[in-house]
């Protein structure tokens, strides 16, 4: 979509759309993150994150990677600039245990700022840094995310792993349809935030920006589906991707254009139904 898809934009710059970020993120814990669950069980398996592995989860978003990581026995570290979204991280991956007893496992840590702030005085030793927020949907998302890298790989051991994934080919992602109602909204403002077509290589042109060698790739099918319309709304709503499209009209606005567009997708039983490919790139570092 990751973010998710997947990201807590601004829509451009010096505008953001007036939202309840709270809300936003909680839609994003409870009905969106999860289209993702596929994408993120693909890559642990093939890369066998397990007790050895140390990571660290740029735009960890609410947790969910970081948790099924944790759960393999990954030591985990996860940032993000959301407030909102990582105080739903700390819930999950730092619970404050029950009085008296002791805490079980190695804690995570959940950081808000820059990759360079989970170092604290340390020196940096992740094995596996991923980047599970999508990029091939938003004019200028690439370039945040070479940026993003800047600050991370330096923390990463040699030959370290570093996952990246995008949007697969618009023919291939029904939401791509959906998506282009952010387009159409944010029409005359086509500023950084604003919909764009996925680029074949948008991943293999960001590693090589960022210095990482390439090592493999592959495609997951992630369908996005909802309980109704209304859910399926709110889930895309929270992504941050039709952001761009609120401040050019407004939320209310947004979510009747959502709605109609959605419902090619609606099925008998009341229920959305969209299928999407995502891909992954997985690269070194030198």
Not at 79 to 95: C, G, K, N, Q, T
Not at 173 to 192: F, M, N, W, Y
Not at 220 to 249: H, W
Request: hydrophobic fraction near 40%.
């Amino acid at each position: 979509m990751t973010p998710t898809l997947v990201r807590h934009h601004p829509s451009r710059a010096g505008s953001t759309p007036r939202v309840d970020l709270g809300a936003r993120a909680r839609d994003w814990s409870e009905i969106q993150e999860r289209m993702l669950v596929p994408l993120y069980e693909t890559v642990h398996e093939r890369l066998e994150v397990g007790p050895a592995t140390r990571l660290l989860g740029l735009h960890c978003g609410s947790g969910l990677a970081l948790l099924m990581a944790a759960a393999r026995g990954a030591v985990v570290t996860g940032v993000d600039s959301s407030p909102e979204r990582l105080a739903l991280a700390r819930e999950r991956l730092l619970p404050d245990p029950a009085p008296g007893a002791r805490r079980r496992g190695r804690a995570a840590r959940i950081v808000q700022g820059s990759p360079g702030d989970t170092v604290d005085g340390r020196v940096p030793s992740y094995d596996l840094i991923t980047a599970f927020d999508p990029i091939g949907c938003l004019a200028g998302d690439a370039e945040g995310l070479v940026d993003l890298l800047a600050g991370a790989v330096p923390l990463a051991e040699r030959g370290a792993a570093v996952v990246l994934t995008g949007w697969g080919p618009p023919e291939r992602c029904a939401t791509s349809s959906v998506l282009r109602v952010a387009a159409k909204l944010a029409d005359p403002l086509r500023g950084a935030g604003c919909w764009r077509p996925a680029c074949r290589d948008d991943l293999e042109e960001v590693a090589e920006r960022a210095g990482l060698r390439i090592d493999g790739s592959g495609r997951v099918s992630c369908p996005f589906g909802y309980a109704g319309v209304d859910n399926a709304v709110r889930g895309l709503l929270s992504t941050g991707l039709f952001d761009a499209g609120i401040v050019a009209a407004d939320e209310e606005q947004v979510g009747k254009e959502l709605a109609e567009a959605l419902h090619p997708y609606l099925r008998a039983d009341g229920t959305v139904w969209m299928p999407n490919v995502f891909r992954y790139l997985i690269a070194r570092v030198r």
